[in-house]
């Protein structure tokens, strides 16, 4: 840890296994860690603790979560590592190289939302760290980020009989004029990890739920994603689908199969 003590007093401060997992993926080393939607700002905290960040901003858009969080970083003695931002997404904050963002605990819309306006004013660099867990419609945030993003990773977790999902991705800049619902550029399958097979042993899961967990809490039917462009994305899961099938093991092959055949019949639907 860089110069900064924390309150030896304190027991390590302890995680949920949701928030564990999304420290698990952060990079080596990050400079400074953006944490977006903090809240209590546990996962600042616990990063510069461990020695994982050399700084922190604890970011949250309604002042009630940010006082909480200042009462948290104040308890552990960490008020000169890590700041504390009233900000609508990146709106408040200059992204400096080395800095590092988490945005969890949000739906899709809204944190493509705040990817899009960050973009707008041009606050992200190539190499741009950012580690994202939605609540839903992890399918539009996929969409969003496949033409300037690259997936690092996608985890699926299990925890308390909710599944999460999370994406970390790196930014490689500008191709062009992008929207939401824009995905032709789509040439890459998602870098999935094999918990979901853990997922399906676990959850004795059926095709449909293995659906669910594969596309995320998809509620795109209220977006204007137009029909052909959705299909390609379903034709791209279904791709991907194909290949985790290939090796998944055997007491898992006919779910798999049975999950392409939900996707080829949507594909179908939007064909
Ligand atoms: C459910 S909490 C998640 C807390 C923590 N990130 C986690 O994963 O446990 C969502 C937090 O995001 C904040 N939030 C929602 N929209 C935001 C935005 N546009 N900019 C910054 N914070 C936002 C909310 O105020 C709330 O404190």
Redesign the pocket.
């Known amino acids: 840890m860089v110069g900064i003590k924390r309150n030896i007093d304190l027991p390590p401060l302890r995680l949920s296994p949701r928030?564990e997992c999304l420290l698990s993926l952060l990079p080596p080393a990050a400079g400074r860690l953006i944490?977006?939607?903090?809240?209590h700002a546990l996962?600042p905290i616990a990063a510069l603790e461990r020695g994982m960040v050399g700084s922190a901003l604890a970011?949250?858009?309604?002042s009630r979560?940010l006082d909480r969080a200042r009462a948290n970083i104040l308890a552990r003695g960490l008020e000169q590592g890590i700041g504390t931002v009233l900000?609508?997404?990146f709106d408040e904050i200059d992204l400096q190289p080395g800095d590092a963002a988490i945005i969890?605990?949000?739906g899709a819309a809204?944190i493509v939302d705040?990817l899009r306006r960050a973009r707008k004013s041009g606050k992200f660099f190539p190499g741009f760290f950012l580690l994202l867990?939605p609540t839903r419609s992890t399918a539009a945030l996929r969409m969003y980020l496949a033409p300037e993003w690259e997936t690092v990773a996608e985890k699926f977790f299990f925890q308390g009989g909710r599944l999460y999902n999370f994406i970390s991705a790196i930014y490689r800049g500008r191709s062009k004029e992008i929207s939401i619902i824009h995905n032709d550029n789509i040439t890459k399958l998602p870098v999935v990890s094999a918990d979901i097979y853990e997922y399906i042993a676990k959850r004795k899961a059926s095709p449909a739920s293995l659906y669910t967990a594969w596309m995320g809490e998809c509620n795109l039917r209220d977006r204007e994603i137009a029909s052909d462009q959705w299909r390609r994305y379903l034709q791209h899961q279904l791709s991907a689908a194909g290949e985790f099938m290939l090796g998944a093991p055997s007491e898992q092959q006919e779910i798999w199969r049975e999950l392409c055949r939900i996707l080829e019949g949507e594909v179908k639907k939007h064909g």
């Open positions: 928030l944490d977006i939607g903090c809240d996962l970011v949250d858009v309604r979560p900000s609508d997404g969890a605990g949000i809204v705040i867990q």
